[in-house]
């Protein structure tokens, strides 16, 4: 069946680091990719999205690129900020059957000042 | 637009007592989904809706049960809780299913 599998948390990271999450997947035909992040006490909110291959989501700084070749859908920033502290979610969606969405465990990242 | 919106915020229950979750949704969506959040777990899906009219099972259904009241009402209830259904409650509708989804704030569920 399909999977998400993410880096093991948490990530600490001084402001203004670069940030790498690690993402990679396992699905039949050709899914839709997403990214969410949860603020603490918080519902969870899209970030990003992709839906074909090559394909480059990009919202608040954040950009993850669709690499089917790789299975991947890894989450990047140049500059991260305390404000982004919070918990990232990979996610795909299955376009083929009842379209289930399937999420990772989430990795927690931690910014410092 | 309020967007996603469940009910209540936060709940202690003791084991085998029942009660509803509610949750409702003013963006005109299709489907609509009921999931549970546990620490290390990720989401986990409990029901979904995809039209109105619709249910079906998720990934863990037992224990649950769940109304699509109308196209913006999607109830989830417990009819006899045990402390595994210790969780966070989260509702989240899409416009159709596999789409991008909006998630409501959740529900903080304690069952002693």
Redesign the interface.
């Known amino acids: 069946g399909d999977s998400v599998t993410q880096m093991e948390g948490p990530v600490t990271l001084s402001e203004e680091a670069f940030l790498t999450i690690n993402c990679t997947y396992t699905a039949t035909g050709y899914p839709?990719l997403?990214w969410?992040v949860q603020y603490p006490?918080?519902?969870?909110?899209?970030l990003l999205?992709a839906t074909k291959a090559d394909d480059k989501g990009s919202n608040k700084g954040f950009e993850a690129t669709y690499r089917k070749e790789t299975t991947s859908f890894h989450l990047e920033k140049g500059s991260v900020q305390v404000s982004d502290s919070a918990v990232y979610?990979c996610a795909l969606?299955?376009?083929g059957g009842?379209?289930?969405?399937t999420?990772?465990?989430?990795t927690k990242l931690q910014v410092i000042p | 637009n309020a967007g996603?919106t469940q009910t209540p915020k936060f709940q202690v229950l003791k084991t085998g007592q029942s009660m509803t979750l509610q949750c409702a949704q003013d963006m005109n969506h299709n489907s609509m989904y009921w999931y549970r959040q546990d620490p290390?777990?990720?989401?986990r899906?409990i029901y979904y809706s995809?039209s109105e009219g619709t249910t079906?099972k998720?990934e863990v259904p037992n224990g649950y049960n769940v109304s699509r009241l109308n196209k913006r009402e999607f109830s989830l209830r417990l009819e006899s809780a045990a402390p595994s259904q210790t969780s966070v409650y989260?509702c989240?509708s899409s416009e159709?299913?596999?789409?991008?989804?909006?998630?409501?704030?959740?529900t903080r569920l304690t069952v002693l």
């Open positions: 839709s997403f969410y006490g918080e519902g969870l909110q899209l999205k979610f969606s299955d376009r009842y379209q289930k969405v999420f990772g465990t989430g | 996603v290390g777990m990720g989401l899906l995809a079906d998720g989260f989240a159709v299913l596999g789409d991008t989804q909006y998630f409501g704030p959740g």
